[in-house]
């Protein structure tokens, strides 16, 4: 399997490069050359099939020049959290919980896979630095999943007093081969920054780049195997109705996997996409023009993106066709005070939490869902990472104890200058 640029498609990259390089000429993201199709027969035995076994067979075709099937077995075994159980809310809906991993969000599989691969790809002579900005839990999903990974030096930007205690404390605790920088701006001004990095010709002379945010196919294409596991556990409970999976969507990262899955062959009929006052990707399917926009901060704050990278993923897989788009994904806006609202009417009448973020999800599932259909949301990330706003709603929400004064990070203004120097370090 080969990768291609998006922007540049004469470029044309192994797995191996596409990870190593994040980035391809004119700022492209890479996307495979092709999507392998599932016969129907794996979705018609995968109540029977164990979580690895459908692990391996999903994702193998993406990484056959990188990875022997039992190389790629143990790294899977190794990185993926597999009780990720579904839990039924209401009589036609179900909550999939993807915080199982060690920072408590959806985004550890894919940092720990990439840590892997990047791991094993890297000159442990020449070490890699991976550059990455975060809204919140991207950041510390990386931190964690790169640790004292031999080889590879990890800088992670995050915007000024916009993500909670727990993880700033998350990104800036471990030290070792991690380092955090605030940066005085948006989670937008933070990508952009990133995005500089990979293109300026200059500093890669310098260092070995690469990137671990969604833009890198070795971050999201490990999150379609959410989707696979999701299926197997509903699939006896669908009783015929079309089967709709609602996904919190900050840079579209996973919602993308989703779409690669439903590529595949997954039987998946429509796509939510759950968006908060960030809603760049709601207004270009109202209208089919598509305009960036600053981002602003809610009480979701991981999904605080004005511009999501992986936009230009989804059209590449829909040949660029708006009508073929809307038909697979419809999305609902969802404001901080209904998002309040919903954690407090499933607290209460449910007796389970959710966090910002799947509340958002949740809501949108329930305001696009049709009697015909049986909604799964995927819940995200804990509520224990997002205590301030949870105890708006419930006083008696436990709150974890977190001590900054002991971590340690940067601050910079939001210059370029200021980053690269940083950067060759």
């Not at 890669?204 to 294409?221: D, G, Q, T």
């Not at 959410?226 to 669908?238: D, G």
């Not at 404001?335 to 007796?351: A, K, P, R, V």
């Given at each position: 399997?080969?990768?291609?640029n998006?922007?540049?498609?004469d ?18 993201l ?16 995968i109540?029977?099939?164990s ?6 067979e ?8 990188s ?5 790629l ?5 190794e ?7 579904v ?22 599989v ?5 840590a ?13 630095t ?11 999903a990386v ?10 030096r ?9 993500v909670?205690p ?27 920054l990133?995005?500089q990095?990979?293109?300026?010709t200059s ?13 890198n ?6 999150q ?17 109705k079309?089967?709709?999976?609602a ?9 993308t996997a989703g ?10 009929s ?6 908060n ?7 270009y ?8 926009k600053?981002s602003?901060a ?7 993106v004005?511009d999501p ?5 989804i059209?590449e897989?829909?040949?660029h ?6 038909k ?11 998002t ?13 939490t ?6 958002v ?30 105890r708006?709603?419930?006083?008696s ?5 977190v001590?900054?004064?002991?971590c ?10 200021a ?7």
């Amino acid at each position: 399997m080969n990768y291609y640029n998006i922007n540049y498609k004469d470029e044309i990259v192994s797995f191996k490069e596409a990870t190593l390089r994040g980035l391809g000429k004119e700022k492209g993201l890479f996307v495979p050359e092709y999507i392998p199709s599932l016969p129907s027969s794996f979705f018609e035995e995968i109540t029977q099939k164990s979580n690895i076994e459908i692990a391996i067979e999903a994702l193998y075709p993406y990484v056959t020049d990188s990875f022997t099937r039992e190389e790629l077995q143990k790294t899977l075994e190794e990185v993926f959290v597999f009780d990720t159980p579904v839990r039924e809310l209401l009589s036609n809906t179900s909550v999939l919980e993807l915080f199982r991993g060690p920072t408590m969000a959806f985004k550890d599989v894919g940092a720990r896979f990439m840590a892997r691969c990047l791991g094993k790809f890297s000159d442990k002579n020449n070490p890699t630095t991976v550059v990455v900005a975060t809204s919140g839990d991207t950041g510390s999903a990386v931190a964690n999943g790169f640790y004292k990974v031999e080889g590879v030096r990890v800088v992670i930007l995050f915007p000024k007093g916009k993500v909670s205690p727990f993880q700033e404390y998350q990104m800036t605790s471990l030290g070792a081969n991690i380092q955090a920088v605030e940066v005085d701006g948006t989670f937008d001004d933070c990508q952009a920054l990133v995005k500089q990095a990979l293109a300026d010709t200059s500093l890669k002379k310098e260092r070995v780049l690469s990137s671990a945010n969604s833009i890198n196919v070795a971050r999201f294409l490990p999150q379609m195997l959410y989707y696979f596991f999701a299926y197997k556990q509903v699939k006896n409970l669908l009783e015929g109705k079309d089967w709709v999976v609602a996904v919190p969507s900050g840079n579209f990262g996973n919602l993308t996997a989703g779409l690669y899955a439903y590529k595949m062959g997954l039987p998946v009929s429509k796509f939510v996409a759950a968006n908060n006052a960030n809603d760049t990707f709601a207004i270009y399917l109202q209208t089919g023009n598509y305009h960036a926009k600053p981002s602003v901060a809610t009480l979701s704050n991981a999904m605080d993106v004005g511009d999501p990278s992986n936009f230009v993923r989804i059209q590449e897989l829909f040949g660029h066709n708006l009508e073929a788009i809307r038909k697979m994904i419809s999305s609902a806006v969802i404001s901080d005070q209904e998002t309040l609202d919903e954690i407090t009417y499933i607290h209460n009448t449910l007796d389970y939490t959710l966090d910002p973020h799947s509340a958002v999800g949740h809501l949108a599932l329930q305001k696009s869902l049709l009697p015909i259909q049986y909604g799964t949301v995927l819940s995200t990330a804990s509520p224990k990472k997002f205590d301030e706003v949870i105890r708006r709603v419930i006083p008696s929400f436990p709150i974890p104890k977190v001590d900054l004064s002991a971590c340690h990070k940067e601050s910079i203004e939001n210059s370029y200058t200021a980053y690269k120097e940083i950067l060759l370090r």
